[in-house]
């Protein structure tokens, strides 16, 4: 493999696309480790919130020998460091760094020794490990030793014995059987964790390395899995508030024993502690489930098979494990079906407001057509008056126009052409006001 190769002058394709190279190298990003047995493998992992790459690669130059480091070797998120009798690997993730170192296991503390002490015979500088920047969340004390995996039995008590007769967790790993892994889950005062596996005499070291992956593997994963647990714990009296208080609304949406204005007030409020919590925790839920989703691939790459009497690694992931996944995908879950109950519930408010905002709608319109109706009306009343009012003044400018003519000598007697005008007047007035009316309401 050559994945350094420079093929942008081959001239025997198009332009790359960006992403082309960068993706393309991601699976030899990490590749994987070789282990020489007998090993002692020491593996810690810091949760890196807040924690820059300057200052882990500034920590990694503590290293004797690795002050020329450079942050740009940090680039790929993976370092491997060959050192004087020991290799050391930093990978860094989106959530935690992990370091591995892998050293020599001297044989005072391999096979056969009572529950050993481990970390005197560390390589790396005293204080090394306590100075790393981070939380720790993960630390493991991994053993790689030879055994004959045909006398499994006398192994089996063996690492009991190397335990300190801890009650272990055991499994025969491998299509063939390769591999024998024992861990005890515990927590030392020391801060870690141990796990053993026995491998025999001609196994190679990239088969040592892949085991030693999956099995550290298995465990960060299950870490990683479990920080969603104390968080559906703490959401689960919430949300158990929550639909009551749901519930509450319901019931007074339904019986109307409270204003629209109360309910869309206190939806809003429940609507919005929800959605803040979704928004707060949905990517940790998120993560569990891709971690457990993890953590069964790797176990099921062991490949285990049982021995008699004891649990496999498995087994007990299976009844541990599976509880606290099932708590936080059902407190996710119950997140999820609260919102939409609000939002139904919301609806439903919308709606019945929607409903009396018509219903008022519809009163104002009926009232506003009784009073155009009653202006109408008016209108009508006080153009006859109108009409009546202008046919006297015009009556009255005729009466003394005549009597005028009159006046001037002309035979004419004013009393009687008036009476004899009036309904002539009358008619002309109420034909103009009609005439002027239907004008002002042909207009758009």
């Not at 030899?28 to 020489?36: D, G, K, N």
């Not at 930093?90 to 591995?100: L, Q």
């Not at 919308?350 to 008022?360: A, G, M, P």
């Amino acid at each position: 493999m050559h994945p350094n190769i420079d093929i942008h002058s081959s001239g025997l394709l198009p332009d790359d696309d960006p992403q082309r190279i960068s993706l393309h190298n991601e699976v030899h990003a990490r590749p994987s480790q070789r282990i020489r047995l007998p090993a002692l493998v020491i593996y810690v992992v810091v949760i890196n919130d807040g924690i820059t790459r300057e200052q882990e690669c500034e920590h990694l130059r503590r290293i004797p020998g690795q002050k020329t480091l450079t942050l740009e070797q940090l680039q790929n998120n993976f370092l491997r460091l060959r050192l004087q009798g020991y290799t050391l690997r930093w990978e860094r993730h989106s959530e935690f760094t992990r370091y591995s170192l892998v050293q020599h296991l001297p044989e005072v503390a391999q096979l056969g020794a009572t529950d050993p002490e481990l970390l005197s015979y560390l390589t790396l500088p005293q204080g090394w490990l306590a100075e790393i920047p981070g939380r720790t969340f993960a630390a493991i004390k991994l053993a790689m030793v030879y055994g004959d995996l045909n006398e499994s039995d006398e192994l089996l008590i063996q690492a009991r014995r190397w335990f300190g007769e801890n009650p272990v967790v055991a499994s025969l790993i491998g299509r063939d059987e390769h591999s024998l892994a024992v861990t005890d889950f515990m927590l030392r005062p020391s801060g870690f964790e141990r796990m053993l596996v026995i491998m025999p005499l001609n196994a190679s070291e990239t088969r040592a390395g892949r085991v030693s992956q999956r099995l550290l593997e298995i465990e960060t994963y299950r870490l990683m899995a479990l920080k969603g647990l104390p968080v559906a714990k703490q959401l689960i009296p919430e949300l158990t508030k929550a639909e009551q208080q749901l519930a509450d609304i319901t019931a007074q949406l339904e019986n109307k024993a409270a204003s629209d204005q109360e309910l869309l007030d206190t939806l809003i409020s429940l609507a919005t502690r929800i959605e803040h919590a979704t928004v707060a925790h949905a990517y940790r839920f998120a993560a569990t489930q891709a971690y457990n989703k993890l953590v069964t691939q790797r176990i099921g790459e062991l490949r285990e098979k049982a021995i008699p009497g004891t649990q496999t690694i498995g087994e007990f992931m299976q009844r541990r494990l599976s509880p606290a996944i099932a708590t936080v995908e059902a407190t996710a879950q119950r997140m999820s079906y609260l919102s939409a109950r609000v939002s139904r519930a919301s609806a439903l408010l919308r709606t019945r407001v929607d409903i009396l905002t018509e219903t008022q709608n519809q009163q104002l319109l009926e009232k506003l057509t009784r009073g155009q109706e009653l202006q109408l009306r008016l209108q009508s009343t006080v153009e006859g008056l109108s009409i009546a009012a202008i046919s006297y003044y015009v009556v009255s400018l005729l009466l003394y126009l005549a009597k005028a003519g009159k006046a001037i000598g002309l035979p004419i007697q004013p009393e009687l052409l008036t009476g004899l005008m009036i309904p002539v007047v009358v008619w002309l007035v109420w034909r103009t006001t009609r005439r002027i009316h239907d004008r002002f309401l042909k207009l758009p």
